[in-house]
């Protein structure tokens, strides 16, 4: 940034003033869908000083058929849905009941009660996040604390908040957005501070432009930095050689949208500067189409695709009064990825520098926040005694849960325990379904039996009969490097005692 303010002082029209308008910080809402006769419990907390990567914030709801909310009465069995999310204005979670489950009713420790006047007298529940506990919340002190995890295995981070309503619902509406910020620290290269702009840029963290978040990159001085490829020489000579800058390792599931905070120093409306794109997918930057100069004058001042326009009082440098300056966001769809988003990439095409030479603020993906189940499977019971002629209980248990989702993610957890005491849990991360047939397989999480060990691939299968008079069906649990979508013809054990469901 500062070789570019360096090259635009050279040439230069006069700007108009206009006042700038940077919204600091976003607003994070999350209504629920829900049909007419339904009330809603609402929730916000923040998080304690404490927690890690302060400040934390979340806010959700929980939403029950009215003429099911009794004083006095566990209500755990009776929340129809709900959503919740916390987030420290750079990284958002969410988790609701389209994915996950709450601790059912009927356990000691979780409930959900209300007063004599409805409102909430007392809450304490988690959801089941699986066995990476993620993403993960929870509600203990008749509600008062929240906890919530912030990775795989992490947990957590913690704070205090209260519940309001019940607040009647009449209308569907739209469900929340959810974003997550790319950190560039790993590419930045030109300081936003060290510019006539400095008064605008002099920090770092989140800010919002227009209703998306964007997250300003320390470059190392406490400053917000840029990506630029344009050079200035110490005696004022310019040049804008080729250069592409990448961030891997990313591993971004879920993507729909991407946002990128986008200009360039001078340019020449119609040519083709530079590109930016993810693991699959490239879009060219062409100037006055999706990208433009930053500064009001001689150069390219037109653009089709900016769905945010930043406008600044430039407050003069030098020769250069004071006029008006502008940092454009630009959305790039990103709904036909073949997958997750593993590489990110800008490149400068290292034309003439006249010619327009791009720089890159901010960055932002939008993901899909709650992706509907396309497959699940349950499976509980006594493990398959019947199948041996034994009573029920001779090998312990045997429990499975598996998910798939819209966006091609599973999740869920399998346990078998043996009759001699030992057994292992399983992470699910590949479940096939033919029909009323499953197949599912994933990685020991933890065990105490010699024949499984922490990291073996495991893969089993299971046939729900519920249509049929014929008892349901389980395998063993085999060690297997192999991939659920195989679909291994294994001997299936009679399971009458248990119950499967696939869906």
Partial sequence: MKNLIKACLTIFTRIRSRNVCLAIAACLLLPIAANAGQVAYDYVGEGYENSPNSPWSINGSFVLDEADV???????????????????????????????????????????????QLAVDGVALENDAGPTRHPLFGFEFDGLVWNASTGEYSCCVQGQGSFSGPRTIEDTVARPRHFKTLDLSSIVNSDLADTPLGDFFARTGAISLGDIPFHLTNGGNGNAWAVEGLQVSPDGIISNPYAIFSISGLSIRGATKMYAVINSAFGICDVPVGSIGV???????????????????????????????????????????????????????????????????????GEFFILGAPFLIAVTFEIEATPGVVHSVHVGGPDACAAFGRPPGCDANFSLTANEFENGQVNGRWTDRFGNGTGFTAAIDCLAVEGNQAWVSGHVVTSNSDRYVIGQPVITTMIDNAASPDPDFISRSYRRDQSCHEKPDVALLEFPQGQVTVR
């Fill in 70 to 116: 009794v004083p006095g009465t566990n209500l755990v069995s009776k929340i129809v849905s709900w959503e919740f999310s916390w987030t420290n204005g750079t990284d958002t979670y969410s988790t609701s009941s389209e994915v996950s489950n709450l601790a059912p009713d009927g356990v000691g420790e979780f409930y959900f009660i209300v007063d004599d």
């Fill in 279 to 349: 693991t699959g997918v490239e879009f060219e930057l062409i100037e006055g189409k999706n990208i433009r100069n930053w500064l009001e004058g001689p150069f390219c001042n037109t653009q089709t695709d900016a769905v945010y326009t930043a406008d600044f009082d430039f407050l003069g440098s030098g020769d250069i009064p004071p006029g008006r300056a502008r940092f454009d966001v630009y959305e790039f769809d990103l709904s036909g990825l073949p997958g997750p988003i593993n590489e990110f990439t800008f490149e400068n095409y």
